[in-house]
């Protein structure tokens, strides 16, 4: 199993620039789960998702989408970046949300938006 | 809802003992504790629930105080690997938050050798 994958590794915007950040997993995973983390500030939900058609809100959606057609995809919607979203996402997945099951991160995209 | 961790930093020498501390103002369900070493995901350390369960490596410990909704990570003989940031993610026990994990800003731990 790959687990969780994330694509692109890494990408540089331009303000204003829009893209889709690619997340799946083959563990057959109900929940997944979008985060962003800037230094020192923990981990932060943008979205999540339990199960495919069904998504929600987290701490910080704004400037954010996404979509859930498929239990493996969970793909992420940045429109109209601004500099306020260079950060770190990290794409998660569990078997339930979160209730004494472990979440599975994906390595991670790094987006400086300039 | 974001839990306080403290300390904010460790270091330490190998073979020297951590606990590392994770505090809520809500009332918990369960307590997830997971590490970050430098450019990599977080990995999955530990959970412990509400009633005494618990789930994770058998090298970790942990514990949970659910009626001070405080955690506590015990890092013993620590080891070179063992170091990286480590973030606790709670869960409310009720409310719309349920299920969702609020992490910690992390402690980051230095192991010396």
């Known amino acids: 199993n790959a687990g969780v994958t994330q694509t692109p590794k890494f990408r540089i915007l331009k303000i204003g620039q829009s893209m889709t950040l690619q997340c799946t997993q083959d563990m057959n995973h109900n929940y997944m789960y979008w985060y962003r983390q800037d230094p020192g500030m923990g981990l932060k939900l943008i979205y999540y998702?339990?199960?495919?058609?069904?998504?929600d809100k987290g701490e910080v959606p704004n400037g954010y989408n996404v979509s859930r057609s498929t239990t493996e995809d969970f793909p992420l919607r940045l429109e109209l970046a601004a500099p306020s979203q260079t950060s770190v996402y990290f794409c998660a997945s569990s078997y339930s949300q979160g209730r004494g099951d472990e979440q599975y991160f994906g390595p991670g995209t790094r987006l400086t938006v300039t | 809802q974001q839990p306080v961790q403290s300390p904010q930093a460790v270091i330490l020498r190998e073979g020297e003992d951590a606990v590392i501390n994770c505090s809520s103002s809500?009332?918990?369900?369960?307590v997830h504790w997971y590490r970050q070493k430098h450019g990599e995901a977080p990995v999955f350390l530990m959970i412990?629930?509400?009633?005494?369960e618990q789930k994770g490596h058998e090298k970790i410990s942990a514990s949970f105080n659910e009626k001070k909704q405080q955690s506590s990570l015990y890092l013993t003989a620590s080891q070179l690997s063992y170091s990286g940031t480590y973030f606790c993610g709670t869960e409310a026990s009720r409310g719309s938050t349920l299920g969702r994990l609020y992490f910690g800003r992390g402690t980051q731990l230095t192991v010396w050798p």
């Open positions: 998702s339990v199960g495919a058609g069904i998504t």
């Open positions: 412990l629930l509400k009633g005494g």
């Open positions: 809500k009332a918990l369900y369960s």
